[in-house]
């Protein structure tokens, strides 16, 4: 069995994809984390030393 913490799998279908974050998701990752509507998804605030508004 593969570690996966030495190589993480992708999971992929027609509705989804599933790997580790890189560089090139920056962009889509910072609107996610700024809508307001978005964030009561995420158990944290994205800066851990002030809550989330």
């Given amino acids: 069995?593969?570690?996966?913490?030495?190589q993480?799998?992708?999971?992929?279908n027609d509705?989804?994809?599933l790997r580790?974050?890189?560089k090139n998701d920056e962009k889509d990752l910072s609107e996610v984390y700024s809508?307001?509507?978005a964030l009561?998804?995420?158990?944290?605030?994205?800066n851990k030393s002030r809550p989330a508004d």
């Fill in 8 to 12: 993480c799998p992708v999971f992929e």
């Fill in 35 to 37: 809508d307001k509507k």
């Fill in 40 to 46: 009561p998804f995420f158990k944290e605030p994205l």
């Fill in 15 to 17: 509705n989804y994809l």
């Fill in 1 to 6: 069995m593969t570690d996966v913490y030495k």
């Fill in 20 to 22: 580790l974050i890189n």
